[in-house]
Nanobody
Framework: QVQLVESGGGLVQAGGSLRLSCAAS????????MAWFRQAPGKEREFVAYISWSGGSTYYADSVKGRFTISRDNAKNTVLLQMNSLKPEDTAVYYC????????????????WGQGTQVTVSS
């Protein structure tokens, strides 16, 4: 199993930046893809970005493309989400997720989830 812990959330003004971190522990020697999802109040959880084990494959939701960057450091078992030019509509609880296979956008395909970290963007 893989345990995931997110950090780095907080309150920021529109146009600002935050960097989220997801630390993985447990069965981290096997190749696993990582992704970020988010859930705004009253809305369903939605895909944000994913990254393959090697880091060579990344993919973003249209709503964050060009503003967010996902990266990973396998030596530190960490995945980052750099969020720039934040908008009030980015306000949500952000979750990282992992699966032992290639990355996908469907949340039901991910086996492991963190507890989430709150991101609030004020206008």
């Amino acid at each position: 199993q893989v345990q995931l812990v997110e950090s780095g959330g907080g309150l920021v003004q529109a146009g600002g930046s935050l960097r989220l971190s997801c630390a993985a522990s447990g069965r981290t020697r096997s190749n696993y893809a990582m992704a970020w999802f988010r859930q705004a109040p009253g809305k369903e959880r939605e895909f944000v970005a994913y990254i393959s084990w090697s880091g060579g494959s990344t993919y973003y939701a249209d709503s964050v493309k060009g503003r967010f960057t996902i990266s990973r450091d396998n030596a530190k078992n960490t995945v980052l989400l750099q969020m720039n030019s934040l908008k009030p509509e980015d306000t949500a609880v952000y979750y990282c997720a992992a699966r032992y296979s290639f990355p996908v956008t469907h949340e039901s395909m991910y086996d492991y989830w963190g507890q989430g970290t709150q991101v609030t963007v004020s206008s």
